[in-house]
Antibody, heavy 120, light 113 residues
């Protein structure tokens, strides 16, 4: 069974940093691209970024709203995905989901999400 | 960036009736060399993460009931629920994965009339 479990969310002040983790199981993690998607309270879905797999040089791509502040990384030996978030703003408040990407394209599985609240 | 626009924003349909949700992209998301439309549909029930319903615009995801179908090509796409069930109450999102950023539509809230 595919499982994605996010952790690391919490309350942080504006300008602060936070690192989210996503533990993957039930599939060959190293084969897949992985995405982060977020959802502000009561709002729609926003794609945050993607990491490709080793065969595709671990290339990362980001939404303009987070580029230069957020960094996606992965540790295939630990079946884990990470999102390092720096210079956080109040508008980064959201539930953050990690997703498994199939065929280098669509998100086939989603975690339950972790809530990040940026507030003073 | 490719803008995805869904219509309507909300929809109320009687049980057993057909529900239709539209999604329009600001540019074609048909990749000509593969003849595939780079579009997915997701269902999000209250308090839950999204679930993949449809990919490549018309392929149902694993375990998705056949009352859900996707159609369209180029810039105009439709998600159809042929006979609405109570468990289909949710918000539905389309997403293009043709080019980054992989943008979502604003969502369509589906309720029972």
């Amino acid at each position: 069974e595919v499982q994605l479990v996010e952790s690391g969310g919490g309350l942080v002040q504006p300008g602060g940093s936070l690192r989210l983790s996503c533990a993957a199981s039930g599939f060959i993690f190293s084969d897949h691209y992985m995405d982060w998607v977020r959802q502000a309270p009561g709002k729609g879905l926003e794609w945050v970024g993607r990491t490709r797999n080793k065969a595709n040089s671990y290339i990362t791509q980001y939404a303009a709203s987070v580029k230069g502040r957020f960094t996606i990384s992965r540790d295939d030996s630990k079946n884990s995905l990470y999102l390092q978030m720096n210079s956080l703003k109040t508008e980064d408040t959201a539930v953050y989901y990690c997703t498994r990407v199939d065929s280098g394209s669509y998100s086939s599985y989603w975690g339950q999400g972790t809530l990040v609240t940026v507030s003073s | 960036d490719i803008v995805m626009t869904q219509s309507p924003d909300s929809l109320a349909v009687s049980l057993g009736e057909r529900a239709t949700i539209n999604c329009k992209s600001s540019q074609s998301i048909l990749y000509s060399s593969s003849s595939k439309n780079y579009l997915a549909w997701y269902q999000q029930k209250l308090g839950q993460p999204p679930k993949l319903l449809i990919y490549w615009a018309s392929t149902r995801g694993s375990g998705v009931p056949d009352r859900f179908s996707g159609s369209g090509s180029g810039t105009d796409f439709t998600l159809t629920i042929s006979s609405l069930q109570a468990e289909d109450v949710a918000v539905y999102y389309c997403q293009q994965y043709y080019s980054p950023p992989f943008t979502f539509g604003q969502g369509t809230k589906l309720e029972i009339k």
